[in-house]
């Protein structure tokens, strides 16, 4: 049997082809997750966070890999985002963002399993910012996604027209935290062909 596979699975929120923004209905998921603060780029705490989420997915994959049907492909990072103030995006202040990286899991992977997994990973890899992790649900249920093809520089236009048209002119409002879904390797991508699934939970103005 074929490992399971996120981006095969459920194509429509890891696989989608449209790059205007539309409305997907999210189902609850469960994740690997680790939260931070600081540039994504350049903070050392984000690149020990990531190192740390692999570590535990890939001691889960591995032990999945000795059942019938318990082995999965690792799922591509995904990203938490929020700042105390907005304008810490608009203008750059990469030093004050908040995120949560997160990786999701297969529905047969528990909070159990996971945490015999934290054990086995940081004896192996004695890497302290693995205890960190821990289990996250998240339903988002309705979400404005759309697939941005382009550097995550050039993400701001797309997040404009998605705050000061789209969600007016479709009777919407914010209601959880922006996502982003990475599908891409930045270190083997080129920046204009980065490809990456900005995502918005959403609800009716009206309720």
């Known amino acids: 049997m074929a490992a399971y596979d996120v981006k095969r699975e459920r194509k429509e929120f890891y696989a989608p082809k ?3 923004w539309a ?3 999210v189902p609850e998921q469960q994740f690997l997750a680790i939260d931070g603060t600081g540039n994504p780029n350049t ?3 984000c690149a020990r966070a990531v190192e740390a989420l ?3 997915a890939y001691t889960l994959k ?3 890999k000795h059942t ?3 082995d999965f492909v690792v799922a591509p990072l995904e990203g938490l985002w929020w700042a105390d103030t907005p304008e810490a995006f608009t203008s750059g ?5 908040n995120w949560t990286m997160l990786l999701t899991m297969p529905t047969w992977i528990n909070k159990e399993m996971i945490e015999d997994a934290k054990q086995t990973a940081l004896a192996k890899k004695k890497l302290p910012t693995i205890s960190q992790v821990r289990h996250l649900a998240l339903h988002e249920g309705p979400s404005a996604q759309v697939l941005h093809i382009g550097s995550y520089d050039d993400e701001a236009p797309v997040l404009h027209e998605l705050h000061h048209a789209y969600l007016a002119a479709n009777g919407l409002r914010p209601t959880g935290l922006h996502h982003e879904i990475y599908l891409s390797d930045p270190r083997k991508t080129a920046p204009e062909k980065l490809k990456t699934i900005l995502r918005q939970p959403v609800g009716r103005l009206d309720q």
């Open 54 to 56: 692999y570590a535990v």
């Open 18 to 20: 449209n790059t205007a």
């Open 68 to 70: 019938a049907d318990g």
């Open 23 to 25: 409305v997907v209905d």
């Open 93 to 97: 202040a990469k030093d004050s963002w």
């Open 43 to 45: 903070a050392p705490a």
């Open 62 to 64: 591995f032990a999945g």
